[in-house]
């Protein structure tokens, strides 16, 4: 009978011990990160009566016979589900979604405490701190490299009250661009500018000559077989491409006087070859003469002759009766018939030509993307606008040098680009010799020396054919060809020195190559306002260089890499700023694709200094600062702890846990790493109490504890029979 009794009481203590968990979790349904916990019971030992035999013979064998002596609580289980996220108003409010615990410590980091209340603040002392003020752990920003370093001891978190940034000056200049390597561009700018002459106020890019002639003309420019016209459409030049131009008409006067049969001597004829563009030849003679017939009658046949074929010889003949000759002119206008005077052979001479009589005034400018050739001559050769402006302008001044003495170079004529970029002749006169009226006449060019065929590149023989005119020596009119034009991109930035000022760097660039094997190449200039300088020669506030592309649209190459600013405001001297425009034979950075000119991204480092205005805390528990300059970085990052056995913590109230021997030692990193759980800001972990479940679990609990009690109550009347019996 005693022990019912005693198994009744140890299943009230037992129930007891269960009612005083439940409650416990019931209280803290609504504490931020409480975990709540389970009773687990286990019996009690047993009473043996009869202990268990084996099987003997033909008897079975027999179990044990026990009476158990109740029930305990045999220990605690802490579960650990997650609870619910639940937003919150203040920013340095933290959730933990998944596995860990905050750290803490009442005692500047020599003992640490853990906890999955995220209620920070921040203290007067700028101490991170949970509610019992213990400072929450992690790590601070390094002041040297300005990186937070979570391979460090962890520390206290303290952000200083009123903290500011220094300024810091720029490093690096990122930029990722893409320059139009098509036939049609949008972004373009005049070949050349004179360097007092402002930029167009369509803020296109108009760099400067780096070095002029005498005249101001550049004696370096891009090459004109990636250039523009006024629309963009591109010339596209192909190596033996060009133009005919002459200066003056070809023109060759008999060198004899024309034969006159009157006397009747018999008829005469014309039998005169001349050479053409394409070097073959071209006779012409002439027929039907009579007897008697005077010099007038053979020459007007014989010009009739002539003029018969100048659609193919370009030739037309006059003749003079009273100096009683024969003239050959060639205006060098058709773009069909053939250019000059050539004469290559004279059949007969009754005309009064010999084969000395040639007038060559036409010259061909073929394109060469190997180099030049200037000099005075029937085939010329151009890679720039520099070349052929050359080339055009010794020739000009070459064909009025009749002086005795043979001085090349002495009339006034000049040809140069202007600021439009476009070729501008003028004939002023004033020479004591070799002026002359110019008669410009510019046509395609469609044979090569030697016969050779030749494609017409009909937009660049249109920009030049504008400058078909006349211009008489003396005259103040000028003559101009249409627009020369460079694909130009631009972009900018503002970069920062050692004191916080601003500068603007400007990245200007313009296509000047293109190698069909290779890829294009671009220049750059880089500049900045004056009285900065980045260069030690003048101009030194800009700096050249030059960006390769690759076939395939890639970066190949780009220099310069660096560049050393100088701000000479007081900041410090010679800093360096690295140019970042991506990595060679890739794309993640500068581009040359067929597409719009166009500037995807352009960074800098540097920042002016600032005072602190706000902090948020990021996924990975990172405090990130915002400054008054428009700054944002990382100064601090909260530090996080997983345990092998979480159920082996032991609390010490106030949402706090300690270590134990069974929890296993503090595995310390980072948010979202190795298993631990990221942080939510501005959120709080609410209790994982269930009501429904922890409302019938005392159900459960009110149950048991009431069948215990019967069986009490229950022993105690057997007891009161008991004694009854001796009565």
């Known amino acids: 009978m005693l022990k019912s009794l005693f198994s009744g009481v140890s299943g009230l203590q037992s129930h007891q011990v269960a009612m005083d968990v439940e409650s416990n979790n019931i209280a803290n349904v609504n504490t931020v990160g409480f975990k709540y916990s389970r009773a687990n019971f286990s019996d009690l030992l047993a009473q043996t009566k009869a202990i268990a035999t084996a099987p003997q013979g033909q008897l079975g064998g027999k179990n044990p016979v026990q009476v158990g002596l109740g029930s305990t609580v045999s220990s605690m289980t802490r579960i650990f589900s997650q609870g619910s996220i639940q937003n919150s108003d203040k920013n340095t409010d933290v959730a933990i979604q998944g596995d860990g615990f905050f750290i803490i410590s009442p005692d500047g980091g020599n003992t640490y405490k853990y906890t999955r209340a995220g209620d920070f603040k921040f203290d007067a002392g700028g101490n991170f701190v949970d509610n019992n003020g213990f400072i929450a752990q992690g790590w601070l920003r390094d002041p040297v490299t300005g990186k937070v370093d979570s391979t460090a001891p962890i520390e206290n978190i303290n ?282 006449n510019v046509t395609a060019l469609t044979t090569a020396p030697g016969g050779a065929a030749v494609t017409e590149n009909t937009r660049f023989t249109r920009n030049m054919e504008a400058l078909n005119s006349v211009l008489p020596a003396g005259t103040t009119g000028k003559a101009f060809s249409q627009s020369f034009n460079a694909a130009t991109h631009s972009s900018s930035i503002d970069i920062f020195d050692s004191l916080g000022s601003k500068h603007t760097l400007r990245m200007e660039f313009r296509k000047v190559s293109v190698n069909t094997s290779t890829g294009s190449t671009w220049n750059m200039v880089v500049s900045v306002p004056s009285p900065a300088i980045i260069d030690t020669v003048a101009p030194t506030n800009e700096k050249t260089g030059s960006v390769r592309f690759n076939n395939d649209g890639s970066l190949a190459t780009y220099n310069p890499p660096n560049i050393s600013f100088s701000g000479n405001n007081g900041s410090a001297p010679n800093q360096q700023v690295g140019l970042s425009f991506g990595t060679a034979n890739k794309f993640d950075g500068m581009t040359s694709f067929d597409s719009r000119s166009s500037t995807s991204g352009i960074s800098q480092d540097g920042f002016t200094g600032g005072d602190l205005v706000g902090i948020r805390i990021d996924q990975s528990g990172t405090l990130v600062g915002s400054f008054s300059n428009g700054r944002s970085f990382g100064l601090a990052q909260i530090g996080m702890a997983k345990f092998t056995n979480n159920e082996g913590l032991s609390t010490e109230g106030g949402n706090v846990y300690i270590q134990t021997a069974n929890s296993g030692d503090p595995i310390i990193g980072t948010a979202a790493t190795a298993g631990r759980g990221f942080i939510q800001s501005a959120a709080l972990e609410a209790s994982n109490v269930d009501l429904s479940r922890a409302l019938t679990q005392l159900i459960i609990i009110q149950r048991g504890f009431q069948a215990n009690g019967k069986t009490i109550t229950t022993s105690d009347q057997l007891l009161q029979t008991l004694i009854g019996l001796k009565q």
């Open 159 to 440: 952000i200083p009250p009123g903290l500011t940034t220094p300024a810091s000056p720029t490093e690096e200049v990122v930029l990722k661009a893409n320059l139009n390597s098509g036939a049609l561009i949008e972004s373009f700018s005049p070949a050349y500018e004179v360097a007092s002459t402002p930029p167009p106020s369509n803020g296109t890019i108009s760099p400067a000559p780096s070095a002029v002639d005498a005249n101001g003309n550049p004696v370096a420019s891009g090459d004109v077989g990636v250039m523009f016209n006024e629309v963009g459409e591109a010339f596209s030049l192909q190596a033996g491409q060009g133009i005919w131009a002459s200066f003056v008409d070809s023109q060759a006067t008999a060198t004899n006087t024309v034969k006159d049969d009157s006397g009747g001597t018999g008829p005469s004829e014309l039998d005169i070859t001349f050479t053409l563009d394409d070097g073959t030849t071209k006779q012409i003679t002439s027929t039907g003469g009579g007897t008697n017939d005077s010099a007038a009658v053979n020459a007007n046949r014989y010009v009739s002759a002539i003029n018969a074929q100048t659609a193919i010889t370009g030739i037309s003949a006059s003749y003079d009766s009273t100096a009683n000759k024969i003239t050959l002119t060639n205006p060098n206008s058709s773009a069909t018939a053939s250019h000059n005077v050539q004469i290559a052979s004279v059949g007969n001479a009754n005309s009064g030509f010999v084969a000395t009589d040639d007038s060559v005034t036409a010259y061909r400018y073929q394109y060469d993307p190997t180099g030049s050739i200037k000099t005075p001559g029937l085939d010329k050769t151009f890679t720039t606008m520099a070349d052929l402006r050359e080339a055009m302008e010794l020739q000009a001044r070459n064909v009025g040098d009749g002086d005795s003495d043979g001085t090349p170079d002495e009339n006034n004529i000049s040809i140069k680009i202007n600021d439009q970029g476009k070729f501008e002749i003028t004939n002023p006169g004033g020479s004591d010799d070799g002026d002359y009226n110019i008669s410009l």
